[in-house]
């Protein structure tokens, strides 16, 4: 059964820094990696798509990686701004419904 | 506009009531799904739907019936069955299951 996993679950960091954040999966047949965003009390906004073959997707300051051999993605930030605050959620699709991990919640201090 | 709808945003019950949440999409997806998010666990899914007239079991689907009579529709009622019905409801769709777009979500507290 496929596991999602995200370190770490909270972390907070000054304005303009840039952040690494981490996903972890446990089986590496999956068909894509969905990064999203999650404001308090929203929906989720879907940010990145990452398909399996490929190895990064890149949005404005965002870009996520993928590494399937290793069950990994991470979605870098660049130079972070208070607006970014937000819990980030990636999924993975295989053939089962999209799997979630439990989110980082990112706190960008001004 | 494209997009999916939940309704209401904010719901309250008394413990012992049947109530149902409405989740509509006009992007024509094919999938819809609902999870159930508490804080510190993620998200759940409870049933999706990959056709009109059929729907299958989540990971935790007890407590819960749905129904999917129109391929833009797919309520979900959280039954007097569910034990701790208190939480924050996601709707989703997807066109092949492996992309999914999110509603603004549905607070549920029951009292």
């Known amino acids: 059964k496929q596991e999602v996993t995200q370190i770490p679950a909270a972390l907070s960091v000054p304005e303009g820094e840039n952040l690494v954040l981490n996903c972890s999966f446990t089986?590496?047949?999956?068909?894509?990696l969905q990064w999203f965003r999650q404001d308090p009390g929203k929906g989720l906004t879907s940010l990145l798509l990452i398909q399996s073959s490929q190895r990064e997707q890149t949005s404005g300051r965002l870009n996520a990686s993928l590494d399937k051999s290793s069950g990994r993605s991470t979605l870098y930030i660049a130079a972070s701004q208070p607006g970014d605050s937000a819990t980030y959620l990636c999924a993975v699709a295989g053939n089962t419904p999209l799997v979630f991990g439990k989110g980082t919640r990112l706190s960008v201090i001004a | 506009d494209g997009g999916i709808t939940q309704s209401p945003k904010y719901l309250f019950r008394k413990e012992g009531q049947n109530v149902t949440l409405s989740c509509e999409q006009n992007l024509n997806h094919d999938a819809m799904y609902w999870y159930r998010q508490d804080p510190g666990q993620g998200l759940r899914l409870i049933y999706y739907?990959?056709?009109?007239?059929?729907?299958q079991k989540g990971d935790i689907a007890e407590g819960y019936s749905v129904s999917r009579e129109k391929k833009e529709s797919f309520p979900l009622t959280v039954t007097s069955a569910q034990k701790n019905p208190t939480a924050f409801y996601l709707c989703?769709?997807?066109?092949?299951?492996?992309?999914?777009?999110f509603g603004p979500g549905t607070r549920l507290t029951v009292t």
């Open positions: 989703a769709s997807s066109i092949d299951g492996r992309e999914q777009y």
């Open positions: 089986d590496s047949a999956i068909y894509n």
């Open positions: 739907s990959q056709i009109v007239n059929d729907f």
